[in-house]
């Protein structure tokens, strides 16, 4: 005689999997979250000691190493003797979270004196520069146009502009500056010829653009060899900072568009050497 056995309950492997699966991806989302927050202190502040991050967000110091160690892999700060910084240096530029928030009026005044070197019907190169982002808003009173870039920015601020056609420079995609770069950008680069190139640069040193990065070198030369008009954007504070690279001598530019914080005698000295120097006048304060 069998004993009649006892069916088995069985529970779905999924309705296990459920409460850990939520349990992580709440997990994952307070740390994003929260590296997001750190990123926009960090950003905000330029350079912040890590044990005050820790403090602020009430997080171990271990984890606020953790969290500062993704965001420096993803481009966003740098890690240093115990802060977290993301200022420039000679060696590395600051991440473009940083330099969109920084000489808004000045840049926008120096874009709006550029955009008189565009014409509807033209081809543009525009780099990866925040400055030449201020531009963007300004492109649909030249339509028709094409914006040739390796700005991943400025391709999604244009997406959905009409009459202005994009081409988009693909590559070795960077997150500190959100572009594009490397030899698959310069080849493409190479490909076209555009009536206008409009750039911006690190630093002026010795009346020389500079940058930090040869990877940038490569594709602002790039853009400047393969266009017929070269204007280079640059505020008062690049006159300041310091980068390991040469580019490109000012003389070499059509025009190089300055804000009127620069000082008179950077000014004087270009047009003295022979460099075209034009002075952008804020027209109004930025709000």
């Given at each position: 005689?069998?004993?009649?056995?006892?069916?088995?309950?069985?529970?779905?492997?999924?309705?296990?999997?459920?409460?850990?699966?939520?349990?992580?991806?709440?997990?994952?989302?307070?740390?994003?979250?929260?590296?997001?927050?750190?990123?926009?202190?960090?950003?905000t502040a330029g350079t912040i000691r890590i044990d005050e991050l820790a403090?602020?967000?009430?997080?171990?110091?271990?984890?606020?190493?953790?969290?500062?160690?993704?965001?420096?892999?993803?481009?966003?700060?740098?890690?240093?003797?115990?802060?977290?910084?993301?200022?420039?240096?000679?060696?590395?530029?600051?991440?473009?979270?940083?330099?969109?928030g920084r000489e808004l009026a000045e840049k926008e005044a120096i874009a709006?004196?550029?955009?008189?070197?565009?014409?509807?019907?033209?081809?543009?190169?525009?780099?990866?520069?925040?400055?030449?982002?201020?531009?963007?808003?300004?492109?649909?009173?030249?339509?028709?146009?094409?914006?040739?870039?390796?700005?991943?920015t400025i391709m999604n601020a244009l997406r959905s502009a009409g009459g202005?056609?994009?081409?988009?420079?693909?590559?070795?995609?960077?997150?500190?500056?959100?572009?594009?770069?490397?030899?698959?950008?310069?080849?493409?680069?190479?490909?076209?010829?555009?009536?206008?190139?409009?750039?911006?640069?690190?630093?002026?040193?010795?009346?020389?653009?500079?940058?930090?990065?040869?990877?940038?070198?490569?594709?602002?030369?790039?853009?400047?060899?393969?266009?017929?008009?070269?204007?280079?954007?640059?505020?008062?504070?690049?006159?300041?900072?310091?980068?390991?690279?040469?580019?490109?001598?000012?003389?070499?530019?059509?025009?190089?568009?300055?804000?009127?914080?620069?000082?008179?005698?950077?000014?004087?000295?270009?047009?003295?050497?022979?460099?075209?120097?034009?002075?952008?006048?804020?027209?109004?304060?930025?709000?």
């Amino acid at each position: 005689m069998h004993t009649a056995r006892r069916p088995e309950i069985v529970t779905p492997v999924e309705h296990l999997e459920l409460p850990l699966l939520h349990g992580t991806r709440a997990r994952v989302s307070r740390r994003s979250a929260r590296q997001g927050a750190i990123a926009d202190a960090v950003v905000t502040a330029g350079t912040i000691r890590i044990d005050e991050l820790a403090a602020r967000f009430d997080i171990s110091t271990m984890t606020a190493h953790r969290d500062l160690d993704e965001l420096e892999r993803r481009g966003l700060l740098r890690k240093s003797r115990g802060i977290a910084t993301v200022t420039s240096t000679a060696l590395v530029e600051s991440s473009d979270l940083y330099r969109a928030g920084r000489e808004l009026a000045e840049k926008e005044a120096i874009a709006m004196s550029a955009l008189e070197f565009i014409h509807p019907g033209q081809a543009i190169f525009l780099d990866d520069s925040t400055t030449s982002l201020h531009l963007v808003p300004h492109l649909a009173a030249k339509r028709p146009l094409t914006v040739i870039t390796n700005s991943l920015t400025i391709m999604n601020a244009l997406r959905s502009a009409g009459g202005i056609t994009v081409i988009g420079l693909g590559g070795e995609f960077h997150n500190w500056c959100s572009a594009y770069m490397g030899r698959a950008t310069t080849d493409a680069i190479a490909a076209h010829r555009a009536d206008t190139v409009v750039m911006s640069t690190s630093a002026i040193i010795d009346d020389i653009a500079f940058h930090q990065t040869p990877k940038t070198i490569d594709v602002k030369r790039a853009m400047f060899d393969a266009a017929l008009t070269r204007i280079l954007l640059a505020d008062h504070t690049k006159f300041e900072k310091r980068a390991l690279h040469a580019m490109l001598p000012l003389a070499a530019f059509d025009a190089v568009i300055v804000d009127e914080g620069t000082d008179r005698r950077h000014i004087g000295h270009l047009r003295e050497a022979g460099t075209r120097v034009i002075v952008a006048h804020q027209r109004s304060p930025l709000r």
